[in-house]
């Protein structure tokens, strides 16, 4: 079934312009994205996991990455693609956050899939972090896979911009607005 315009969110913020269709598939929910940078400078777009994740080969390079999930007020959930900061203690194998980079007027789209819920949530919130992307934050570029992707400084988790989806409701299949 095709989604209708009340299952498709719309987010501007500065420089930056995300449009999200979510898509219920059985107890799994599948959000399609496309970001497109408005702006004038480059931005890295948070949502290609973590390096921990490839090294243990949980995630291949490229590829989207599982989105962390926090549930709230027991019945609602979010995914987020963002980055983390460094954890305490420091862990030997950091998960260090990976990103692509959108350079102006370009778009990428993509799309991920997540059914590992405790409990089926009620309502799901999606939200992404996005950042001006600086090459002294940047490092070590793969090219290996779906996308290239650059491993990010951890400072990025207090200065990323995040960008999240109006709630939308699991049994009705569409946004509040």
């Known amino acids: 079934m095709p989604p209708t315009d009340s299952a498709r969110a719309h987010v501007e913020a500065d420089g930056v312009v995300l449009e999200a269709i979510f898509v219920r598939e059985g107890a799994a929910l599948r959000v399609d994205y496309r970001l497109r940078n408005t702006g004038t400078q480059a931005l890295v777009v948070f949502d290609r996991g973590d390096r921990h994740a490839v090294l243990t080969r949980r995630q291949k390079t490229g590829d989207v990455g599982v989105p962390r999930l926090e549930t ?13 900061a460094l954890p305490t203690p420091t862990p030997t194998v950091p998960p260090t956050p990976l990103a692509r ?17 405790l409990d089926a949530p009620a309502q799901v919130q999606w939200c992404i972090g996005v950042a001006v992307a600086d090459d002294a934050r940047l490092s070590s570029p793969d090219a ?19 960008l999240c989806t109006p709630w939308f409701d699991m049994a009705r299949g569409t946004f509040e607005r």
């Open 72 to 84: 709230r007020d027991g019945d609602r959930a979010v995914l987020s693609h963002v980055a983390r």
């Open 101 to 117: 980079r959108v350079h102006p007027g370009e778009q990428v789209d993509a799309s991920f899939a997540f059914a590992n819920w």
């Open 144 to 162: 290996t896979g779906a996308v290239e992707v650059w491993q990010a400084d951890f400072g990025y988790a207090d200065d990323q911009q995040v």
